[in-house]
């Protein structure tokens, strides 16, 4: 009955096979079916696309953060460099300084030595001292003799003690240079 009778699909069939377009326009949506479809994708596409500038917004706010704090960061770790550049060449300073006041306290004290050396030296006269061997006989000669043996005997102690001087400066400076570095 529902085919024979009248009714809406039988209708829109008997149209169809009138004119063969009117089933595509009956499939297709109407002009203000399209508009609305049109518009829901439209705004659609506008929440996501704000959706998408928000997170993008965000995610350059973290990278401008980022960069921020990595360059602190790095003009940090310049300043410690700076610091410790600093300290290590005011301790070389510091340590030359030590080590060029020993050297020169060794070089005077030789030095005055050498020249007592000389003072003592100046005092040998060679024909007063083979007179004085000669009369002594085989007794030990006094005199100026003597004074040059015993001089030349305290400017060899001076010198080892020098030496000794030198030696005890440079290890107590390798031990202060050892505790600063510790």
């Not at 089933?23 to 079916?33: G, Q, V």
Request: net charge negative; with cysteine.
């Amino acid at each position: 009955a529902f085919f024979r009778g009248g009714g809406k699909f039988v209708n829109a069939v008997k149209s169809v096979q009138r004119d063969p377009g009117a089933l595509s326009a009956w499939l297709l949506p109407s002009e203000d079916e399209r508009r609305l479809h049109l518009r829901e994708v439209a705004l659609e596409a506008l929440a996501d696309a704000e959706d998408a500038r928000v997170a993008a917004e965000s995610t350059f706010g973290v990278l401008v953060a980022s960069q921020q704090r990595s360059l602190w960061e790095f003009q940090h770790a310049l300043t410690e460099f700076q610091l410790i550049e600093e300290r290590n060449i005011e301790c070389m300073q510091s340590s030359l300084k030590q080590h060029i006041v020993v050297q020169s306290s060794a070089l005077a004290n030789q030095q005055y030595d050498t020249q007592m050396l000389m003072s003592v030296l100046d005092g040998v006269s060679k024909d007063s001292d083979l007179v004085d061997f000669i009369r002594a006989g085989t007794k030990r000669p006094t005199g100026a003799f003597l004074d040059v043996a015993a001089a030349a005997a305290v400017a060899t102690a001076a010198i080892d003690a020098v030496e000794h001087e030198d030696a005890a400066g440079i290890a107590g400076e390798e031990q202060a240079a050892a505790e600063d570095d510790g």
